[in-house]
């Protein structure tokens, strides 16, 4: 293959961080329609355990967390919005509160919930 | 340990951060920075051109005169002379706006908030600010958003709730470890379902020795899994001494059974440390002390000389540590406060609660309060309550901007809606901005309805919560037997309550049906059959519709269920009376016209995305309606959504209709779509010109029958978005009233005429009498041998007669006259029309003439000109023959009867059944379709009618009948003194080629397509 033709279709690699990126997109607006209102303007989206979250796990620009400690170190960072809490952390809503109200930054809590 | 520590992971990331060089400045002496660090930390508010709210003491004039009293007005001053507020801040100024001007302070907290600003200023020696109030007023919330605005750090909010103060100065502290340490090793076992059941027991013990009823720092969540709130239970400024002592011992003790002691370096010891307020003060943070008079009495002794140190009557001090050298603790013996180490960015808020809120609440202090001086917050207002409702719906608070410039706002509402759009995003990321929902979107570029409803709301919480005012319940409400001090604090009515009530309605849940509905037994097929949701594909946009439905039921319950449930009959009645005062349900039928016209905030919160302002979202909107309803045509089509008509070509319709909604009134033309399969592509949107037999004008080219608009094709246009206000405004015309007139003038003329024959008659038979007369005059002189007196007489008699005859010349000329000018009226109201009638009008007016109709209103109605708002017209749409066998029968017309209430923009469309798509179609649309072909149609369609004319005077409903016959032909034998109901289903198939019967065919109006002018 002559080298010096640049193919246009995209490269299996970029087709899939497309794709990746459309699927997120699609998860994420899909679970930011309902929030709770948590202690100074952080909220809270509650998500149906499915392919959406494992998505938005997935995505580098959220940090998951699986305790309150882990929970308390990602809301005091200010390079991280997003934070994923997945169904099987050690985190429950009355901790969540507790750390959003002693830490008043403003972030974008998503909280993986089984079906039952 | 805690996350703020620089050896801390996320302590590091943050050091690594490009915004290092900004940290530092507000963790900088003052006496250090420079001028260029203050340019960069100092941020001004309320400059020329960005006014900023704030409320205060001012004269406020009114009829008569003018006093001082409390206004929302704002800031504006030249940035380099003037003086506007500064904030600090490390963040950009767009960062530091966007959250001030989306977080802002309500309306009477404005004046704290300028204050505390005021003190952090660099110079300032008075850091701190003292406000005491009611809970769940936002106090704490200011204190946090002033942190926010001034650092990238995460602001701390210390709960002073049953803590010895004292350890703010020096505390005890665990240390758990980073991410190796002890807490997250005792962590990761418990998820990973390895923790010892002697370390779980120990971990319970431990709970029931620590937890309070307010709070569980140990929680167990399920059998053996527990959640640990390390940072809390690690310090002795959160649990007490004698608490972190037994976590110590217990926490060492299951490090011990899990194995993590690595001979003993991983065990846990105590230290004395600098407690979080010299922490701060050391590296210049903003704090809040949430709660302080919830403190423990006595525990805040230690602190009398520092708070004298931070209200800037001194300017150094020292504490010494009680807890250094205490059973072998290390630790810093003593710290010294001094004012040339204040930093930028150090201050404090104290917030406490008013001393009647609960036993745990203390009285502070004289010393507290001398040297703090609290502040009380102001009573909560109705603007207060507004301003809270729209930050919480929209995330900016509307209310308050548009206050401070309203009459820009009113005349430019669109700059209005992008000038929020801005502050909703002012500073924030891309990431942060994709994760606006779009419901606050479409509310914003709604801000109008937005700001309505929480009007609307806010008057009613206010009242609400001045009814639970113990005082103002037994004085002003006469609610004295209801209302106690218990009662009273147990109801209170603050934001978090109203917080939680916007919350439950923005999700959808199940509605009740109506009190008076019916179901069936369910069938055995039913029963067998377990019934199937798919959760994944629930309609999103039906949720946002109901919003306001759902808001207005759970605010009812609400009401309810705190008052009637609890036996409040009294407070209860006073709260549904409240409540359609302030429009937040549908006030009954009381005759008063103006109150019928108020939006509920039902109404004015069920917004679509068919509201949405945005014209791409429309255009897409409009892309699928218009797909869909082509697509049901002409099934054949496989075309995709794009390749039959574009978002952007739809965007360039839809600025077109706007540019000329306002004159289709006037050109009674609408659009609807091209049916046409073979120019739809470059066409979508085709044009219907209205035809109306009511019209005295000459048709330039009557229509064929064919021509004519069928149902679907005339409904279609009302559901495309962009397109339905022009069409809306096509629909009528003035053709009734030129009727009317014309009729008037020509009767009236007739009436003059034989006026004036009867006139000419009466002056032939005086001219004769006056000849006679003076024939015998003539002769009494000359032949006669009459007298003086005879002839004295005879000539008085000729005089009258000669009077009566100039008097009846005079009356026939003015007679004349008056056909001359009835005629010419009629001239020229053919030739001008509308512009001819208005000046005709005025005219008779100004001379008071009796030309005044008795119908005029109805005829307003029917032409859509009326005062009320109300219109009424009814279209008639083409009956497709094709399926007919008798090709000979004559054609056959449908009426489609168009109810509007112009001022609430409500719209009730009766006809004939149509397709799910259209139906669907009109439900986003909000346009309500009665079919009248259903059974039962009378009922709705006279329930459709008495909704929208709810509360206007008997008369309206009245002239609606008579609105009606103008353009429908009502059997009188069958149907005089029927409901409108009625006489609409039994008119529907009245129309069959009836327009050839004069009465009939002078009331028809309809729509027929025109065909596309040669090039």
Request: hydrophobic content about 30%; charged content about 30%; proline content about 3%.
């Given at each position: 293959m002559n080298s010096n033709i640049k193919s246009t279709e995209p490269s299996p690699k970029e087709g899939s961080d497309a794709f990746e990126k459309l699927a997120r997109e699609i998860a994420r607006r899909d679970a930011l329609e309902h929030f709770e209102f948590l202690p100074h303007n952080s909220k809270l989206y509650r998500v149906e355990k499915s392919w959406k979250t494992s998505i938005i796990k997935d995505d580098p620009k959220v940090r998951e967390v699986g305790s309150l400690l882990e929970f308390e170190r990602a809301v005091c960072d200010?390079?991280?919005n997003i934070i994923f809490i997945p169904s099987?952390?050690?985190?429950s809503d009355d901790g969540i509160i507790r750390v959003c109200q002693r830490n008043a930054v403003g972030k974008t809590i998503l909280k993986e919930e089984n079906d039952d | 340990m805690t996350p703020r520590d620089p050896q801390h992971e996320s302590g590091k990331a943050a050091k690594s951060a490009k915004q290092d060089k900004k940290e530092s400045l507000l963790k900088k002496k003052v006496a250090e920075l420079t001028r260029e660090d203050l340019l960069e930390l100092m941020k001004p508010l309320g400059t020329t051109g960005l006014p900023f709210p704030m409320w205060g003491t001012q004269k406020i004039k009114h009829e008569g005169g003018a006093e001082l009293g409390q206004a929302l007005t704002f800031i504006e001053e030249d940035p380099q002379d003037g003086e506007p507020l500064i904030v600090l801040s490390e963040k950009s100024f767009d960062e530091a706006w966007g959250i001030i001007a989306r977080e802002l302070p309500t309306p009477s907290m404005l004046p704290i908030f300028r204050e505390m600003l005021e003190r952090m200023?660099?110079?300032?020696?008075?850091?701190q600010f003292f406000v005491m109030g009611d809970?769940?007023?936002?106090k704490s919330f200011m204190g946090g958003m002033i942190g926010r605005v001034m650092s990238r750090q995460s602001p701390r909010v210390y709960?002073?709730?049953?803590?010895?103060?004292?350890?703010?100065l020096f505390e005890m502290v665990l240390d758990f470890g980073a991410g190796d340490g002890p807490a997250a090793l005792i962590d990761q076992a418990m998820m990973d379902g390895k923790l010892k059941p002697a370390s779980v027991s120990v971990l319970r013990t431990l709970a029931d020795e620590i937890n309070t009823t307010d709070k569980?720092?140990?929680?167990?969540?399920?059998?053996?899994?527990f959640e640990i709130d390390w940072e809390a239970i690690g310090r002795e400024s959160e649990i007490g001494l004698s608490k972190i002592k037994i976590v110590e011992d217990m926490i060492n003790t299951i490090i011990k059974l899990e194995g993590f002691d690595k001979g003993g370096t991983n065990m846990l010891g105590m230290n004395s440390q600098f407690g979080p307020m010299i922490t701060d003060f050391v590296e210049g943070n903003f704090a809040t002390y949430d709660e302080?008079?919830?403190?423990?009495?006595?525990?805040?002794?230690?602190l009398q000389t520092v708070l004298q140190f931070i209200n800037g009557e001194i300017d150094e001090c020292t504490v010494e540590?009680?807890?250094?050298?205490?059973?072998?603790t290390s630790g810093p013996t003593e710290f010294t406060f001094r004012r040339e180490d204040v930093k930028a960015g150090w201050g404090i808020l104290f917030t406490g609660n008013k001393?009647?809120?609960?036993?745990t609440t203390r009285a502070l202090n004289k010393s507290v309060y001398s040297r703090l001086g609290p502040r009380d917050l102001p009573e909560v207002s109705q603007e207060d309550w507004q301003h809270r409702i729209c930050q919480l719906m929209t995330g900016v608070p509307i209310s308050t901007w548009y206050h401070i410039m309203k009459e820009d706002a009113d005349a430019n509402p669109d700059d209005f809606a992008d000038f929020l759009w801005h502050i909703r995003t002012s500073g924030l990321t891309e990431d942060q901005v994709n994760a606006i929902p779009q419901s606050q979107k479409v509310w914003l570029q709604n801000w109008q309805r937005v700001n309505d409803a929480a009007e609307k709301l806010g008057n009613f919480f206010f009242k609400w919560r001045d009814m639970l005012d113990v005082e103002r319940a037994a004085y002003?409400?006469?609610l004295g037997d209801e209302i106690d001090d218990d009662f009273s604090a147990e109801q209170s009515l603050d934001f978090r309550r109203v917080i939680k009530i916007l919350q439950k309605a923005s999700k959808p849940r199940a509605k009740l049906k109506a009190a008076n509905s019916k179901t069936k037994i369910p069938t055995k097929t039913t029963l067998k059959k377990a019934p199937v949701r798919d959760h994944f594909n629930v309609k999103r946009e039906d949720q946002e519709m109901d919003y306001g439905t759902r808001l207005t039921e759970i605010l009812i319950n609400d009401i309810f269920e705190s008052s009637g449930a609890m036996g409040k009959e009294a407070l209860y009645a006073k709260l549904l009376e409240e409540a359609e005062n302030c429009a937040i349900i549908q006030q009954e039928f009381n005759g008063d016209a103006e109150r019928s016209q108020v939006k509920t905030i039902e109404q004015l919160l069920?917004?679509?995305?068919?509201?949405?302002?945005?014209i791409r979202i429309q255009a897409k909107i409009a892309q699928e309606i218009f797909c869909k309803m082509l697509r049901e045509r002409h099934p054949e089509i496989e075309a995709a959504n794009n390749e039959i008509v574009t978002i952007d070509r739809m965007v360039e319709i839809i600025q077109d209709m706007r540019s000329t909604a306002e004159a289709a009134r006037e050109e009674q033309k609408i659009a609807i779509q091209n049916t046409d399969i073979n120019t739809v592509m470059d066409k979508p949107l085709a044009e219907a010109k209205m035809l109306d037999y009511a019209d005295i004008s000459d048709f330039e080219d009557e229509p064929s029958f064919y021509d004519v608009l069928t149902l679907d094709e005339f409904l279609?246009?009302?559901?495309i978005p962009g397109v339905t206000d022009k069409n809306f405004n096509g629909i009528w015309d003035n053709n009734l009233t030129i009727l009317t007139k014309i009729k008037k003038y020509s009767e009236n003329k007739t009436r003059v005429e034989e006026d004036k024959a009867s006139q000419e008659t009466k002056l032939k038979d005086l001219e004769s009498k006056l000849s006679d007369k003076q024939d015998e005059l003539n002769d009494a002189k000359t032949?006669?041998?009459?007298?003086p007196d005879d002839i004295k007489a005879l000539e008085e008699e000729v005089d009258a007669l000669k009077k009566e005859v100039k008097d009846s010349q005079n009356m026939i000329s003015n007679l004349l006259k008056d056909v001359d000018r009835n005629q010419a009226a009629i001239e020229r109201i053919e030739k001008d029309g509308m512009k001819a009638v208005d000046e005709l009008e005025k005219q008779e007016k100004d001379t008071d003439?009796?030309?005044?109709?008795?119908h005029a209103e109805s005829i307003s109605m029917a032409e859509n000109r009326s005062k009320s708002g109300i219109g009424l017209t009814t279209i008639f749409c083409r009956v497709d023959?094709?399926?007919?066998?008798?090709?000979?029968a004559p054609p056959e017309y449908t009426p489609v009867h168009v109810l509007r209430h112009a001022k609430t923009d409500r719209t009730v469309i009766i006809g004939d059944a149509i397709s799910e798509t259209l139906k669907d179609a009109f439900k986003k649309a909000k346009i309500n379709y009665v079919d009248?072909?259903?059974?039962g149609a009378e009922t709705k369609i006279n329930n459709a009618i008495d909704e929208m004319i709810r509360?206007?005077?008997?008369e309206t409903l009245q002239n609606l009948n008579f609105a009606f016959s103008y353009r429908n032909t009502v059997d009188k034998d069958k149907?005089?003194?029927?409901?409108l109901g009625n006489k609409i289903v039994s008119s529907r198939?009245?129309?069959?080629?009836?327009?050839?019967?004069s009465e009939v065919g002078a009331k028809l109006k309809m729509f027929y397509k025109t065909k596309p002018k040669a090039a």
């Open positions: 200010s390079n991280i099987t952390a050690l985190i | 200023a660099p110079d300032s020696k008075n850091r809970p769940g007023m936002g709960d002073c709730g049953g803590k010895q103060m004292n350890s703010m569980k720092y140990i929680a167990e969540l399920a059998d053996g899994v302080y008079n919830k403190s423990k009495q006595g525990g805040d002794d230690a540590n009680p807890l250094k050298g205490k059973d072998g001393s009647k809120d609960g036993a002003v409400y006469h069920n917004i679509t995305e068919f509201d949405n302002a945005d279609s246009a009302f559901v032949i006669s041998s009459a007298g003439s009796m030309m005044t109709d008795s023959d094709a399926g007919q066998s008798d090709k000979n009248f072909s259903q059974d509360g206007m005077d008997a149907l005089e003194g029927r409901d198939k009245v129309v069959h080629d009836d327009n050839d019967d």
